[in-house]
C-alpha cells in the first residue's frame, strides 16, 4: 500500500508537471506565436535533452566496457580479486555519477513553486553548508582542510521557496570546494568565504573561493549556464550552477560569477528583502 502511495503521488508530481509546461507553452504560443513557441520547444530539447543523452552515452560506454571486461576474465578462468574489485568499482562510480546526472535534469526540468514564505537567510545558508560538508564527508572527504568563513546576519528575511534557494546555494558552495580539489578529489586547503550585506532593499550574498580559477574562455562559456556543459571534467553534471541561477533568478533576483586563473572564483547574487526585514536587523 505504501508503495502504490508512493507510486501515485509521484505520478501525480509528473502530471503537474507535465500540465504546467503545456500551461507555458501555450502562453508562448499566444503572447509570441506559434512559431515562436515550436522554437522554444526545440531549443529547449537540444539543450536538455540533447546534452544529457551526450552525458548519458560517455557513462553507459565505458561502463559496458567494463562489465565485458570483467565477463572476459571470468570466461577465462580468471578470478583474481584485485582485477574483479577495480573493474566493479569503475563501474559504480560510473553508476553513481549517472545517478547524480538524472537527478540534476529532473530537478532543472521541474517547474519551480510559486508559493513564498518568510524565511531567514542565515539558516537557509547554514543549512546548505551543512549538506555540503556532510556530502564531502560520505564520499571520504574532508572538507576540514578547507578554511570556511561565514557572515550573514542572523536578521535578514526572505520571501522564498525555501528548497529552491537552500538548492541553489548548496550548488554554489558545492563548486567553492570543488575548485580547492585536487586531481584526485581531495581537497588541498585554500579557503571558501560566504558574506551578505544588505544594500537598499535587497541583500548581495558572495561565495568567494581561492581556488584555480578559470581562463576567460571558460569563464564566457560557463557564463552562458547551459545545462550540461562542465569545466570539471568527469566530476560534475554542468547542471549545477544553472539550477542555482534559475532558482535565484525565480526569486527576483541577480547572478554573476567573476574568475581569475590562480586568484579563484567569485559567485555574486541578490535577492529582494522582505518588507521588513531591515527592521529585524
Same mark, same amino acid.
Given at each position: ?6 507510486? !501515485?503521488?509521484? +505520478?501525480?508530481?509528473?502530471k503537474r508537471?507535465?500540465? %504546467? ?8 504560443? *499566444? ?19 540533447? /546534452? ?25 578462468? @580468471? ?30 526540468? !521541474?517547474?519551480?513553486?510559486? %508559493? ?11 543549512? +546548505? ?5 556532510? @556530502?564531502?564527508?560520505?564520499? %571520504? ?18 520571501? /522564498?521557496?525555501?528548497? !529552491? ?5 548548496? @550548488? ?11 586531481? /584526485? ?34 569563464? *564566457?562559456d560557463l *557564463? !552562458?549556464?547551459i545545462p ?5 571534467? @568527469? ?47
Open positions: 500500500m505504501d508503495r502504490r502511495r508512493r507510486g !501515485q503521488k509521484e +505520478a501525480g508530481r509528473k508537471g507535465i500540465d %504546467q509546461v503545456l500551461t507555458d507553452y501555450t502562453a508562448m504560443e *499566444r503572447e509570441h506565436g506559434r512559431a515562436a513557441a515550436d522554437k522554444a520547444r526545440r531549443l529547449h530539447y537540444d539543450l536538455l535533452v540533447g /546534452a544529457t543523452v551526450h552525458d548519458l552515452r560517455a557513462v553507459v560506454t565505458p561502463a559496458k566496457a567494463n562489465a565485458t571486461s570483467l565477463l572476459d576474465h571470468l570466461d577465462e578462468g @580468471n578470478t583474481d580479486a584485485k582485477v574483479l574489485r577495480e573493474g566493479l568499482e569503475k563501474i559504480a562510480d560510473r553508476l553513481e555519477f549517472m545517478e547524480r546526472l538524472l537527478e540534476d535534469v529532473r530537478s532543472y526540468s !521541474q517547474p519551480l513553486p510559486t %508559493q513564498r514564505s518568510r524565511t531567514r537567510l542565515a539558516d537557509m545558508v547554514a543549512e +546548505a553548508v551543512g549538506i555540503v560538508r556532510d @556530502n564531502m564527508i560520505a564520499a %571520504q572527504r574532508d572538507p576540514a582542510a578547507v578554511q570556511l568563513a561565514v557572515a550573514v546576519p542572523e536578521g535578514v528575511m526572505l520571501l /522564498a521557496a525555501r528548497h !529552491q534557494l537552500v538548492v541553489a546555494f548548496t @550548488n554554489i558552495i558545492k563548486n567553492a570546494y570543488e575548485a580547492l580539489a585536487d586531481s /584526485a578529489g581531495q581537497f588541498r586547503g585554500g579557503q571558501v568565504d560566504i558574506r551578505a550585506e544588505l544594500i537598499a532593499d535587497e541583500v548581495r550574498i558572495t561565495v568567494r573561493d581561492t581556488g584555480v580559477g578559470l581562463p576567460p574562455d571558460e569563464l *564566457r *557564463r !552562458q549556464f550540461g556543459r562542465t569545466t570539471k571534467k @568527469n566530476r560534475g553534471t554542468g547542471f549545477g550552477l544553472p539550477i542555482a541561477r534559475r532558482n535565484i533568478l525565480a526569486h527576483g533576483g541577480t547572478f554573476d560569477i567573476d574568475s581569475v586563473v590562480e586568484q579563484g572564483t567569485t559567485v555574486t547574487l541578490t535577492l529582494p528583502l522582505t518588507q521588513d526585514a531591515e527592521d529585524e536587523e
